[in-house]
């Protein structure tokens, strides 16, 4: 069976394509949801469903998360993580980083294997234990091992990160646990050179997609076209392309014009962990002119739901929304949850931005579709940050030129 179909390409790059398990398939460009050991941060498995189908059906696992619980020789004689967390018929991506709980960390790494900040401390994997993880697991995907690192290092060390990625690719496809699909790591930091050499020689490697990594390690936005440009060009364009740290819309939609394929959701968690709800225009031209006026103390983009004001607002979220929470619950109820501090209110919050983001993710496609994908993203990005400086301009909040600013930036090509 064909992992991966490119339903729809235009020259500049922007694709529809299909990614197809055994039992369903999901379009792409799609957004895998963030897990912890195997399931949503805050959403119960009963409540999954609620979530739009298939959209919702993409999980991105770190194995290192069940290094502090289940052994992976545990997880094998159950059948592997669909059967430990009940979800045979949900597509699971296995990613040593996560964006979240596990994060690389450049110093600890050498020729054996990559580091990584986890609740269990700093550990050092190396691509055989790494295969005995990802073998017990058998996840539909999984990412070769990376030596990941910030913008800021000397480029002796890049090059050595990329030599590592390389030689820890080969290790794993001479080890091959023959289960899943396997994508090939790409790093290279903010160098153009080291990042297409990184593409080109995985490119020639027997891979069924590309993992790219190393960004959100500190290079600036305005960098990010070149580098991804430089990438995508030597890629083939039937394999599938999946990146780790862009989240914020604007990067979403750089990602998208860029080629990639496959986005990690841990923006969601972030948000949702400090009591945001999102609540930007889902317009299908772009437009985010056309916020609803209820949204007291909002910047448009999202909403404090731990603030006063929203104490007795018997609203939902937003008015037009579908998700499960926004049908049931209100502004007043989530903040009562806040501010007594229950989990009902991180996994209503959850469900709200998951279903917000992912319905974000089908306007695209069908921008894309339509052949509008470009008009599409300068009106998103120009009317957010003309909102913004308006912001600036009648409260004087300093954050909001900064914000502006990035977002100015995310325009270019």
Known sequence: MKLFEVKKAWSNRVRIGALEFGNFSTETPALLLSTRKGLP?????DLLPSLPSPDSHLLQVSPLHFLEGLSPATIAKIGGIHKLIGL?????????????????????ANKFGATFETPCGRLLVKPKDYLVMISCMRPNIWATLADEVPAWVSDKRNRTSVDRTL?????CLELDPAVGSVFGAIVGGPSLDERKRCAEEVAKRNVAGYWIGGFSLGEAID???????????VLPDEKPRMICGLGLPEEILQGIAAGIDLFDSSYIYTLTLGGFALTFSLDKNGNQDNFEPSQMGSDSSKINLRATVYRKDMSPILGVCTCHTCQNYTKAYINHLFNTHEMLAQTLLE?????????????????????RFEEYRQTFIESRREHYERVADSEGVGWCDRISQLVFKCCGN
Do not use: C, M
């Not at 960098?223 to 060009?233: C, G, S, Y």
């Open 223 to 233: 960098e990010r076209p070149a580098l991804l440009r430089a990438i995508v060009d």
């Open 41 to 45: 941060h805050f959403t119960p498995p």
């Open 167 to 171: 030689r820890w690719l080969d290790d």
């Open 351 to 371: 469900i709200h931005n998951t279903h917000h983001y992912l319905r974000f993710f089908r306007v695209i496609r069908e921008a894309i579709q339509e052949g």
């Open 88 to 108: 045979n018929d949900y597509g699971v991506v296995a990613v040593a980083r996560d964006s979240v709980h596990s994060l690389p960390e450049s110093k600890g």
